[in-house]
């Protein structure tokens, strides 16, 4: 049976491939699969990406019969170890230190700003079948992160155009800050039990919500917020970066109506059915994010995607103490009210959550005095939303009279 540590690896490899198939690269889609399937061989997302990639790759036999689907990756997609690093780009303006890794659309290099004298993040867009649509959605992002201005907890995008290639149209690039500290989804996997220290998770997740209040302020919805695009500093500061998926709450929608879009293991249940998202579904998914944070897991895991968002969309969360009883009381109940199913049971803006994180102390743990038992901690997410309608039975409750109260034990 697979551990938490090489789900959360599948699901990586399934999201990366997943990105890729949006922008029918193809080639990467068959080749991330593959790694899935040599973990988990009876994976069936991989199974079906799979057969997608070899149904949409052209079937052009070499001399062993083999097709496209079996050949050598192309050129911007074979891995770090055997890709030829280029030196420079841009006509010599970023110079190339080192390669630092790529992910289901992008690759990714340190480089040395020469005009500006700075170290940069050089992100070079993969163009295996890049469409139109998918130009769109990069220079989205663009526009998107260009749009937010300098903000500290949101990541700075410096310049983005197209660098030369095969492709008449040109490889797109965008050059952001360098995040020294790497990605928040890398600090979990290196932690103890892959849980942060509390203090740590609620300064990222205050950081995380600053940024999002900003983007909020100025129409965008992140729409994929999760460990992997929300990055630090060498000193730690939290910053979201990613908004290849942000849609202006204030323009029609970027996307067709009941398509859906995100990573699964963070998708508010509205988005997972295509419906309407609002700035509450990146509420959503910083409470998902939150809780890996604090307890080494996401709320919901399964063997596939299809369980996973049945699960945001019909399964309450277990309660964050059962698996972290250090914990602290006001920490959980916040947790549990971000992933309230309906949008309207969670906090109504960024700033609200903002106000309560910075009134928890992540020192006050509850493990000293639990509360009940744990099949109470456990049974606690069950309520989540439903407070008010608690209240309101408790005191219909209390107008009983005890003739009523004593035939219900």
């Known amino acids: 049976m697979l551990g938490?540590?090489?789900?959360?690896?599948?699901?990586?490899?399934?999201?990366?491939?997943?990105?890729?198939?949006?922008?029918?690269?193809?080639?990467?889609?068959?080749?991330?699969?593959?790694?899935v399937l040599q973990i988990d061989p009876d994976n069936v997302d991989a199974g079906d990406l799979i057969r997608l990639a070899a149904q949409s790759l052209p079937d052009e036999a070499d001399g062993s019969g083999a097709t496209q689907a079996s050949?050598?990756?192309?050129?911007?997609?074979?891995?770090?170890?055997?890709?030829?690093?280029?030196?420079?780009?841009?006509?010599?303006?970023?110079?190339?230190?080192?390669?630092?890794?790529?992910?289901?659309?992008?690759?990714?290099?340190?480089?040395?700003?020469?005009?500006?004298?700075?170290?940069?993040?050089?992100?070079?867009?993969?163009?295996?079948?890049?469409?139109?649509?998918?130009?769109?959605?990069?220079?989205?992002?663009?526009?998107?992160?260009?749009?937010?201005?300098?903000?500290?907890?949101?990541?700075?995008?410096?310049?983005?155009g197209d660098h030369p290639?095969?492709?008449?149209?040109?490889?797109?690039?965008?050059?952001?800050?360098?995040?020294?500290?790497?990605?928040?989804?890398?600090?979990?996997?290196?932690?103890?039990?892959?849980?942060?220290?509390?203090?740590?998770?609620?300064?990222?997740?205050?950081?995380?919500?600053?940024?999002?209040?900003?983007?909020?302020?100025?129409?965008?919805?992140?729409?994929d917020l999760k460990p992997g695009n929300v990055w630090l500093t060498a000193d730690g500061v939290a910053k979201i970066g990613d908004f290849g998926l942000a849609v202006a709450t204030d323009r029609s929608r970027l996307t067709q109506e009941g398509m859906m879009v995100g990573t699964v293991s963070y998708m508010p249940p509205e988005q997972a059915m295509g419906g309407d998202v609002t700035p509450r579904a990146d509420l959503y998914s910083l409470g998902a994010m939150l809780y890996e944070m604090v307890t080494g897991r996401p709320p919901f895991v399964g063997d596939d995607s299809i369980a996973i968002i049945g699960q945001h969309i019909n399964t309450p969360p277990v309660a964050p103490t059962w698996h972290n009883p250090q914990c602290p009381a006001s920490l959980e109940t916040l947790i549990l009210t971000l992933l309230a199913k309906a949008p309207s049971d969670r906090p109504e803006s960024a700033c609200e959550v903002l106000g309560l994180l910075e009134t928890i102390d992540p020192s006050a743990s509850d493990a000293?005095?639990?509360e009940g038992n744990p099949l109470e901690r456990?049974?606690?997410?069950?309520?989540?939303?439903?407070?008010?309608?608690?209240?309101?039975?408790?005191?219909?409750?209390?107008?009983?009279?005890?003739?009523i109260k004593r035939d219900y034990p």
């Open 71 to 160: 050949a050598p990756a192309s050129a911007s997609d074979q891995s770090a170890s055997t890709r030829a690093q280029p030196t420079s780009f841009a006509d010599g303006r970023y110079v190339v230190s080192r390669f630092l890794g790529e992910g289901g659309k992008k690759l990714v290099y340190l480089a040395h700003d020469e005009l500006l004298d700075r170290d940069v993040a050089f992100a070079l867009i993969k163009t295996d079948s890049l469409d139109d649509a998918s130009r769109q959605r990069i220079s989205r992002e663009a526009q998107a992160m260009g749009r937010l201005g300098s903000h500290p907890h949101i990541v700075t995008v410096f310049d983005f």
């Open 4 to 35: 938490d540590r090489m789900k959360r690896r599948l699901v990586r490899l399934l999201d990366q491939a997943e990105e890729a198939a949006d922008q029918d690269a193809w080639e990467t889609v068959y080749r991330l699969a593959t790694q």
């Open 378 to 403: 456990l049974a606690k997410g069950v309520f989540v939303g439903r407070e008010r309608e608690i209240v309101d039975r408790q005191r219909k409750w209390d107008t009983f009279g005890p003739e």
């Open 165 to 223: 290639g095969a492709d008449a149209k040109g490889q797109p690039f965008m050059v952001t800050e360098l995040m020294g500290g790497g990605d928040v989804e890398g600090v979990i996997e290196d932690a103890p039990e892959h849980r942060l220290p509390l203090e740590q998770a609620v300064s990222i997740a205050v950081e995380t919500c600053r940024g999002l209040e900003f983007a909020h302020s100025k129409g965008i919805v992140h729409r």
């Open 368 to 370: 000293e005095n639990p």
